[in-house]
């Protein structure tokens, strides 16, 4: 494994950009980019959050610079080649909500347990949001 994960460093390497070649030695979490460096100050939290199945209260920014605060049930964090994002269902709003974890400004482990509960835990996420190419399969009561 080890020997694998030095031959894709070094694949990854050499076709970076030459700013970039340094940080790739780097332990990252992933490729190094802004947004994924951003992200990466909360990803131990929020996997910890998910692991745990504990709340979380984060201070977040919306593309337009919005900040709210938002006490929420982190589900499933997921990369998309450039950022982390975060789905969770979100008590301020009732709803499921993802989350681009770079625009997570703080994030508070409450300690509050948040154990699944029907319609707002992870299965029912994944049937609202499938993955690329998969349709939304209809909801049951």
């Known amino acids: 494994m080890a020997r694998a994960a030095e031959t894709l460093r070094a694949k990854i390497a050499a076709v970076l950009p030459e700013g970039r070649i340094a940080e790739a030695g780097k332990d990252t979490w992933v490729f190094p980019g802004d947004e994924a460096l951003a992200a990466a100050r909360h990803l131990p939290a929020l996997r910890r959050a998910i692991r745990?199945?504990?709340r979380v209260v984060i201070t977040y920014h919306s593309g337009d610079g919005t900040?709210?605060?938002r006490p929420i049930r982190p589900l499933i964090l997921e990369f998309w080649g450039r950022v982390w994002t975060l789905a969770a269902?979100?008590?301020a709003r009732s709803d499921f909500r993802s989350?681009?974890?770079?625009?997570?400004?703080?994030l508070t482990l409450t300690g509050e347990p948040a154990p699944p509960e029907p319609g707002h835990?992870?299965?029912t996420w994944q049937r609202r949001h499938p993955g690329?190419?998969?349709r939304p399969s209809a909801e049951t009561p």
């Open 99 to 106: 989350f681009r974890v770079d625009r997570i400004k703080t």
């Open 121 to 123: 835990d992870l299965a």
């Open 67 to 69: 900040g709210s605060d």
């Open 89 to 91: 269902w979100c008590e």
């Open 132 to 134: 690329p190419g998969q």
């Open 52 to 54: 745990l199945q504990e």
